[in-house]
């Protein structure tokens, strides 16, 4: 049996999502449009939709490729993990806990380093959030997929990177050129991150990050400062610059789980919400 495919949220590439109909996806950025360059997290989004509407079918079984969600009480539980430098990559996983649970489902945040879970069979689906440091996702995350790989695999399952590269692959202030670069440059950190883990997530979500001055060191904040003249970002270090797109990654977390619920991954409908 292949390996899942690699996939994302977004509304203009999904098909239908009623009880009964197939349902496939395509990578998302919150905030932004789905990427479009060459690379293995980008290439072959159509392809890998046509297999997907092929495994996930509403109330049909897809033995070892996804396992039904676990009920705990009739409730539906995932597992928000987040590593977080700086403290911005910490908001946006509490943003999501916050989403999942205007859902009805009830979110597990914890932070890798200091409360990693002890393993994922409680969970009906797992959300990992990374951020990007020096064109790499934090140690701890990228640690915890590659122990729990056929585990996240296994269950609906979500990779969240942060960056401020990927403020400028949604800025409409660059041209078009520039908009893409950066889009490849995260294409080519999230590859390097799916073929050290082994893990190929359900959904990825791309999410600009900040700027977050009165966090950083001497050092930090003037090599930072630095890289936000070179690409177009604020240099006031008087204060810290969000560049996160809230309603946006709150639309993707509800994407992500409208699928969940609807592409045949949850045993009883009832529980779903």
């Known amino acids: 049996m292949h390996r899942p495919c690699l996939s ?58 996804v396992r039904a969600p676990r009920l705990h009480n009739g409730d539906m539980r995932a597992l928000v993990l987040y ?7 910490q908001r946006v996983a509490e943003r999501i806990a916050a989403a999942l649970g205007k859902r009805s489902w009830i979110p597990d945040l914890r932070d890798v380093a200091s409360d990693p ?26 640690s915890f997929a590659r122990r729990y790989h056929q585990a996240l695999g296994a269950l609906p399952s979500a990779f969240v990177s942060v960056s401020l590269t990927q403020t400028n692959a949604e800025s409409l202030t660059v041209d078009a050129e520039q908009r893409k670069r950066a889009q490849d440059e995260i294409s080519v950190v999230l590859d ?14 791309r999410v600009a990050g900040a700027l977050a001055y009165s966090r ?13 003249r070179a690409r177009g970002g604020s ?18 977390i509800f994407d992500f789980v409208e699928g969940v619920e609807q592409s045949g991954d949850v ?3 009832s529980a779903g919400g």
């Not at 240099?235 to 993707?252: M, R």
Request: hydrophobic fraction near 35%.
């Open 216 to 228: 950083y060191n001497l050092f930090v904040r003037w090599m930072m400062k630095r890289i936000a």
């Open 267 to 269: 045993s009883d409908v």
């Open 117 to 142: 879970p002890a393993g994922l069979e409680k969970y009906a689906a797992v959300i990992l959030a990374s951020p990007i440091h020096l064109g790499r996702h934090a140690r701890s995350i990228v």
């Open 8 to 65: 994302g949220h977004e509304t203009h590439h999904r098909s239908g999502v009623v009880a009964g109909e197939r349902k496939s996806y395509a990578l998302v950025e919150a905030g932004g449009s789905a990427g479009t360059s060459n690379s293995p997290s980008n290439r072959g989004y159509r392809g890998c939709m046509q297999r997907m509407d092929h495994e996930i079918v509403a109330g049909a079984g897809v033995a070892d490729a």
């Open 235 to 252: 240099t006031d270090t008087s204060q810290d610059h969000v560049y996160t797109n809230w309603a946006a990654l709150e639309h993707s």
């Open 192 to 205: 390097r991150f799916i073929e050290t883990t082994g893990w190929q997530p359900r959904a990825i979500i």
């Open 83 to 89: 590593a977080s430098r700086h403290g911005h990559t």
